[in-house]
């Protein structure tokens, strides 16, 4: 397990010099946040990108992400120059030496919450999601006010994107996405890099738009779509983890047993209703994810690839990006490879479970 930690560049407050004093953290996981979607990414901008990261004594471990356009998941006629310019990015991670590109295919809005500063009992705040609220959302201002977008949209612009997704049900959206890693999937072996797509976050439809990686009969169909090492999935346990259907544990040795686990995402999340929940603390004992037993399935399977935590809350009065505040995932980090450290030690000296 390489202990990695997101970055989102030169404009993130949280700097690289403090990154590299968490125990540990090895890898960085950044992007290039001001490409338009489509555009291909150049080897002197990642490059000067890598060398940031580097000179901070750190290593580029994950690119999150390269956003899909979505005229690709619209399966318009234009998809075909958008792939070629998806390809030429691939091309470019694997001639700089990154070896995983984390993406998703989650039509119009990547992830989503009704509320970013949700206050926990404690005092901290953090970000919940309640499908009763999501009606109160309004979009006809487009999608400004909404968080982790890699592209914004004006009134008119996701009014019409609304439109055109209303002849893509799930099945056409598999049918794009099987089309998608047919032309990337290839390039990307051949690069050097592995493909590592995120799950649906929540994981169940929103605004009567598609969602199709959701659980493990997705998973399982995904990595069959094209059925190459390269073609593999970004294993979050707070996506996955909305949904107490989802048994992660035996998830992560399915995957993992596949050799398809390039990444992954851990954090917590508390299940507090029918497609209701907020996220909380990483130790197991304050959410709904047994967190050592994922880590555990991963040991167990030999996963060796980049580790993060993934969003946590604000405490201590810190300030900034929702859910990517410095402390609480620096102690998230610090917990995910102190579990990581016992299981390995428990396995050594024979005990364990």
């Not at 001639?95 to 995983?100: S, Y």
């Not at 705040?125 to 006010?145: E, F, N, P, Q, V």
């Not at 969602?211 to 090492?229: E, H, K, N, S, Y």
């Not at 604000?314 to 610090?334: F, H, K, Q, V």
Request: aromatic share 8%; charged share 20%; proline share 7%.
């Amino acid at each position: 397990m390489i202990p990695a930690f997101r970055w989102f560049g030169p404009g993130d407050p949280i700097p690289l010099a403090h990154i590299r004093q968490i125990p540990g953290v090895r890898g960085v996981v950044s992007a290039l946040y001001d490409v338009p979607p489509g555009a291909s990414w150049t080897p002197d901008q990642l490059g000067r990108l890598k060398a940031q990261i580097e000179d901070a004594g750190l290593a580029f471990a994950v690119v999150e992400s390269v956003p899909v356009h979505e005229d690709i998941k619209l399966g318009r006629p234009t998809r075909d120059r958008w792939i070629d310019n998806y390809c030429e990015s691939i091309r470019t991670l694997g001639e700089l030496g990154i070896p995983v590109l984390c993406y998703n295919f989650m039509p119009v809005f990547d992830w989503l919450r009704t509320d970013l500063a949700l206050r926990l009992p404690d005092g901290s705040t953090a970000l919940a999601y309640d499908d009763g609220a999501l009606a109160a959302i309004d979009l006809s201002r487009g999608t400004g006010g909404l968080p982790g977008w890699a592209a914004t949209y004006d009134a008119s612009e996701l009014q019409s994107l609304l439109a055109a997704y209303r002849t893509v049900d799930a099945e056409r959206l598999w049918d794009h996405l099987a089309y998608f890693l047919e032309q990337v999937v290839p390039v990307a072996g051949g690069a050097g890099v592995r493909l590592a797509l995120h799950p649906d976050d929540p994981p169940w439809s929103i605004f009567g738009l598609p969602r199709i990686i959701t659980d493990a009969t997705a998973l399982d169909r995904l990595v069959r779509l094209v059925d190459d090492p390269a073609n593999g999935v970004t294993f979050s346990t707070g996506s996955l983890g909305a949904n107490p259907e989802n048994d992660l544990a035996a998830m992560a040795r399915r995957l993992g047993s596949m050799g398809r686990i390039h990444f992954a995402h851990c954090r917590n999340v508390r299940v507090t209703g029918v497609r209701r929940f907020h996220e909380t603390a990483h130790p197991s004992a304050h959410g709904s994810v047994d967190l050592y037993q994922v880590l555990r399935a991963l040991r167990d399977i030999g996963f060796s690839g980049p580790l993060r935590p993934d969003h946590g809350r604000m405490i201590w009065g810190e300030t900034g990006r929702p859910g990517y505040g410095l402390y609480d995932r620096a102690l998230g980090i610090s917990y995910l490879q102190g579990l990581w450290e016992a299981i390995a030690r428990g396995r050594e000296s024979g005990g364990g479970e």
